[in-house]
């Protein structure tokens, strides 16, 4: 019997704790690296080992032992609510309401969500799985039953943070932008049941509670602590926190009443800090780290692919790197924006920064396959001419072109940033357009240079997206928050698509929309230009098992990320 597709699914209004397929996220690299490593998404071009075949263990799943996590970034923070670039080692701090299979786009009730009701396309009924025990300690609430009040709780903290990447969702659930709104929106009517009725349709929901930004955090101790998280984690997922130094090492302890029993299996996982790339690596092949966490690129992962002593993976990266144009002069003239494109040569790109592996992308990234446009198609609109570049910079008046300011995120592992920005200056320098470019730390980038859009033109890689809404959200008026684009571009038409594809339950439908919105964006070049990507590729010793490679299929009844490692050596 043919299987049906999440969207043919939502309309059977039910999904039980039998659809334990896959687990989706950023796992193995880590989504803490947000801006400079990418993640794999479902493709058949993934590999493990070379050959696409996981290793045999050897034996059963050894619990005891701890594992080292090289990092290239600091650890800002790790409040989930908050602090973005300690998102993947929130994940092993918290609880959620379900996991994501990017593949065939399903929830995997394996978490706080036992089962899930959607009655209509409004509401939103879930049964809250009992047994699940916050952290053993001495805070409110510790070695308590995780209840509905908790999650309510976690959506409002989350929903109404200053600093969440996208609040669309939340003032969907509100039906306001009121932050005072949201709370009174989310019901919990038992100890067991957390439900909320949307004021208008959301499609990308289902998705964005699977997010790593809508941990639950238990209601005692968002009262206790409020916005004091960023170094402390009082949750119920995997591990806890046992010590936290940003800037050098960052130690998680198992759970011992973990939902799971019998997970995790390590006693400890330990994240090594080390910004220098080239020494990061060194740390991993030495052996002083057990998973790499340096940026590997492709000649180095071919010399591990075939050696025993690691285990690699190979993936789309869905990081994606893009331009981004303040909506002022000179870039409110669509003849500079199309010069600028036709400037870029995304085939010296594709070879120079992508070590020759990469694909052209539109809006929305290659690696979406299904919502992407064809690369034919985006081969053909991104043509490289240098000439006409140069004839329509003087028919817009500017023939002796401009200088402009490039703001880049600065992470010192992660050269081919500046390496990406460097390449855009040489090829802007063609068409008389001096780039200044200017690093900003990725703190500061983040908090002071994207959100606030103070910036006259930015370069960065995006984080990854496997749902087809955020990228897009990129052009619309309200832009990612929902509370206005950090570019200023307005377009309503635009607009209308945007938020047509964002009500559409019926797959061929609103891939139809999604289309036609891309094919309107890149008539407009801009505000966003976004440049071609290519593969991630991550490496450990083959001692450390992780439940699936990224690329690849995952096994069924897959818990929750960080539950089912393992290691068959000894602490």
Not at 504 to 512: A, D, G, P, S
Request: charged share 25%.
């Amino acid at each position: 019997m043919e299987q049906l597709n999440y969207w043919q699914r939502l309309q059977k209004r039910r999904i039980s704790r039998r659809n334990l397929l896959v687990a989706g996220g950023t796992v193995a690299l880590g989504g803490a690296t947000a801006l400079v490593v990418g993640c794999g998404g479902g493709d058949s071009n993934g590999t493990s080992n070379g050959n696409g075949t996981p290793r045999p263990s050897g034996g059963p799943p050894a619990a005891g032992g701890d594992i080292t996590f090289g990092r290239l970034l600091n650890v800002l923070g790790v409040d989930p609510h908050i602090d973005l670039t300690g998102l993947d080692i929130d994940l092993l701090l918290y609880s959620y309401m379900y996991s994501w299979d990017p593949i065939d786009e399903e929830i995997v009730l394996n978490n706080v969500a036992e089962e899930f009701e959607h009655p209509d396309d409004l509401t939103f009924i879930f049964k809250i799985r009992k047994g699940i025990m916050t952290h053993p300690g001495s805070y409110p609430g510790a070695a308590e039953e995780l209840t509905s009040e908790d999650v309510r709780q976690s959506f409002n903290r989350r929903g109404t943070s200053i600093t969440a990447p996208d609040k669309r969702f939340a003032f969907k659930i509100a039906g306001s932008k009121d932050p005072a709104m949201l709370l009174p929106a989310l019901q919990a009517p038992d100890a067991n049941t957390f439900k909320f009725v949307m004021a208008e349709p959301f499609v990308p929901s289902i998705r964005e509670m699977a997010n790593p930004t809508w941990a639950i955090v238990p209601a005692k101790v968002i009262d206790e602590y409020g916005l004091r998280l960023s170094q402390k984690a009082f949750g119920s997922g995997p591990y806890m926190l046992e010590s936290f130094r940003g800037n050098e090492k960052v130690v998680l302890r198992k759970h011992p009443n973990y939902f799971h029993t019998g997970r995790p299996y390590p006693d400890t996982l330990t994240y090594i800090v080390i910004t220098e790339g080239s020494s990061l690596l060194a740390a991993f092949e030495s052996g002083a780290h057990d998973v790499n966490g340096s940026i590997l690129n492709k000649r180095e992962f071919d010399e591990k692919k075939d050696d025993p002593e690691y285990t690699v993976a190979r993936a789309p990266s869905l990081f994606y790197p893009c331009i981004q144009y303040k909506w002022k002069a000179p870039f409110t003239e669509i003849r500079v924006r199309e010069a600028i494109n036709l400037a870029l040569n995304r085939e010296e790109f594709i070879n120079t920064i992508n070590d020759g592996e990469g694909q052209y992308n539109g809006p929305i990234q290659w690696p979406q396959r299904k919502w992407a446009l064809p690369q034919e198609e985006l081969r053909a609109f991104y043509p490289y001419d240098v000439d006409k570049a140069l004839d329509l910079m003087d028919e817009a008046g500017y023939k002796d072109g401009f200088n402009t300011k490039m703001k880049i995120p600065k992470v010192t592992g992660a050269t081919f940033i500046a390496d990406a920005a460097s390449l855009i200056k040489a090829h802007l320098e063609k068409i008389n357009i001096n780039v200044e470019i200017d690093e900003v730390e990725i703190g500061t980038f983040i908090a002071s240079t994207i959100l606030p859009g103070n910036f006259e033109m930015t370069f960065f890689p995006n984080l990854p997206y496997d749902e087809p809404d955020r990228p897009l959200s990129f052009y619309h008026s309200l832009g990612v928050t929902g509370a206005g684009n950090w570019t200023n571009y307005t377009n309503p038409e635009l607009d209308k698509l945007i938020n047509k594809q964002s009500t559409q339950f019926i797959e061929e439908e609103r891939q139809q929309t999604i289309y036609e919105a891309q094919r309107m964006i890149l008539k407009e070049h801009g505000p966003q230009i976004t440049l071609p990507n290519g593969f991630a590729y991550s490496a450990r010793h083959s001692y450390v098992h992780f439940p699936f490679e990224i690329g690849q299929p995952f096994p069924p009844e897959i818990l929750p990320w960080g539950s089912d490692l393992w290691t068959e050596e000894e602490a």
